[in-house]
């Protein structure tokens, strides 16, 4: 074993649980500040600081017209670079409606356009449902209509707008 190998397997033993083989972890090229032994030296932490054990304080966010939401919870923590984008329709088991998905899109284009944040979670409120999909109590047959008589449900926009958000989005099931 040369000196880089062992490089390797001194800074991938504590990563791997006990009982995996070494022999069975996948070879990866030790980073510059894998020979370090302090865990201050990691590439993370040089660039970013050291990640607070503290929960994120979240402030209530709104869209860049400052108008504010009924459907979803938008917020953004202090500090952190993190927007949360939560459904909030637990009595419909957070079903969307046409209002939610407008909603939704105007949170996400915010977050998009916000240079602080780095990762939007989307996440729905309460305990039964992340979402049950189109709230069948709004669908006639134009389909699903709001107070604004929108005829349509334009959930595949939003699809579309969450997959080429260029920041990544987890969703929080």
Same mark, same amino acid.
């Given at each position: 074993?040369?000196?880089?190998?062992?490089?390797?397997?001194?800074?991938?033993?504590?990563? #791997?649980?006990?009982?995996?083989?070494?022999?069975?972890?996948? #070879?990866?090229?030790?980073? $510059?500040?894998?020979?370090?032994?302090? $865990?201050?030296? *990691?590439?993370?932490?040089?660039?970013?600081?050291?990640?607070?054990? %503290?929960? $994120? %304080?979240?402030?209530?966010? !709104? *869209? %860049?017209?400052?108008?504010?939401?009924?459907?979803?919870?938008?917020?953004?923590?202090?500090?952190?670079?993190?927007?949360?984008? !939560?459904?909030?329709?637990?009595?419909?088991?957070? =079903?969307?409606?046409?209002?939610?998905?407008? %909603?939704?899109?105007?949170?996400?284009?915010?977050?998009?356009?916000?240079?602080?944040?780095?990762?939007?979670?989307? !996440?729905?409120?309460?305990?039964?449902?992340?979402?049950?999909?189109? *709230?069948? =109590?709004?669908?006639?047959?134009?389909?699903?209509?709001?107070?604004?008589?929108?005829?349509?449900?334009?959930?595949?926009?939003?699809?579309?707008?969450?997959?080429?958000?260029?920041?990544?989005?987890?969703?929080?099931?």
């Amino acid at each position: 074993m040369d000196a880089a190998e062992r490089r390797l397997a001194r800074v991938t033993a504590h990563l #791997l649980p006990s009982s995996l083989p070494l022999a069975s972890a996948p #070879l990866l090229a030790p980073s $510059p500040a894998a020979g370090s032994s302090s $865990p201050a030296g *990691d590439s993370y932490r040089r660039v970013h600081g050291d990640v607070s054990s %503290e929960p $994120p %304080e979240w402030r209530a966010a !709104t *869209d %860049e017209d400052g108008k504010g939401f009924v459907d979803i919870i938008y917020e953004k923590s202090v500090g952190e670079g993190i927007a949360k984008i !939560t459904i909030n329709r637990p009595d419909r088991r957070n =079903a969307f409606r046409p209002l939610t998905v407008k %909603e939704l899109m105007r949170a996400f284009s915010d977050a998009r356009d916000d240079s602080s944040i780095g990762v939007v979670i989307l !996440t729905g409120n309460g305990s039964k449902a992340f979402c049950s999909g189109g *709230d069948q =109590a709004l669908r006639d047959s134009d389909g699903y209509v709001d107070f604004d008589s929108f005829g349509r449900l334009n959930v595949l926009d939003l699809q579309v707008q969450i997959r080429r958000l260029p920041k990544p989005v987890i969703a929080m099931v």
